[in-house]
């Protein structure tokens, strides 16, 4: 069974910064991009970033581009998402997703979400 | 760019049939045959229901169907019942290695 769990949500500081991470199990890690969707509080999905198998390609969301970075360790099939230069509108449920193959971005497996809240 | 257009509600009774409706534009929906549909419950992730307008993924029930014309995509959901009462979201490939996501449309089953 393919599952994702994220881990590394928490309270930061306005100008902050926090590291998500993702264990992915059940599937051939490498064969397939990954990505990140947020949910702020009570509003709609947006897509954040996605990464190919190979890490040789990488798409961000404008409105994160320059703030965050998005990784992967395939030989430890995890996902990573460093977020740098936190504001208040990135307070949101960071869901972790696989892609269907590699960069299609469309996500048949998703995690329960890790919450990051950034305020003072 | 701006997020697809999607109906904040809809709902239907059970046995029925609802669609919902999801507008983009000739950059996006009009342009690209890579319209995927989430199911979300409350507190749950999302949950891929149809991708590439109309293909559904194993285990998804026959009584979801997708379609596009033009810049706007549709759900339809058939023999409405309990458990599809969650928010639905529409998605389209914008280009530029970018996907943008619709607002939302809670449906709810009378």
């Known amino acids: 069974e393919e599952q994702l769990l994220e881990s590394g949500g928490d309270l930061v500081l306005p100008g902050g910064s926090l590291r998500l991470s993702c264990a992915a199990s059940g599937f051939t890690f490498s064969n397939y991009a990954m990505g990140w969707v947020r949910q702020a509080p009570g509003k709609g999905l947006n897509w954040v970033s996605t990464l190919s198998g190979s890490g040789g390609n990488i798409y961000y969301a404008d409105s994160v581009k320059g703030r965050f970075t998005i990784s992967r360790d395939n030989s430890k099939n995890t996902l990573f998402l460093q977020l740098n230069s936190l504001r208040a509108e990135d307070t949101a449920i960071y869901y972790c997703a696989k892609d269907i193959s590699d960069t299609a971005l469309v996500f048949d497996c998703w995690g329960q979400g890790t919450l990051v809240t950034v305020s003072s | ?110």
């Not at chain 2, 998804?60 to 033009?70: A, Q």
């Not at chain 2, 810049?71 to 309990?82: F, H, I, M, Y």
């Not at chain 2, 458990?83 to 449309?105: I, K, Q, R």
Request: with cysteine; net charge neutral; glycine share 12%.
């Open chain 2, 1 to 110: 760019q701006s997020a697809l257009t999607q109906p904040p509600s809809a709902s239907g009774s059970p046995g029925q049939s609802v669609t919902i409706s999801c507008t983009g534009t000739s950059r996006d929906v009009g342009n690209y045959d890579f319209v995927s549909w989430y199911q979300q419950h409350p507190g749950k992730a999302p949950k891929l229901m149809i991708y590439e307008v109309t293909k559904r993924p194993s285990g998804v029930p026959y009584r979801f169907s997708g379609s596009k014309s033009g810049n706007t995509a549709s759900l339809t959901v058939s023999g409405l019942q309990a458990d599809d009462e969650a928010d639905y979201y529409c998605t389209s490939y914008a280009g530029n290695n970018n996907v943008l996501f619709g607002g939302g449309t809670k449906l709810t089953v009378l």
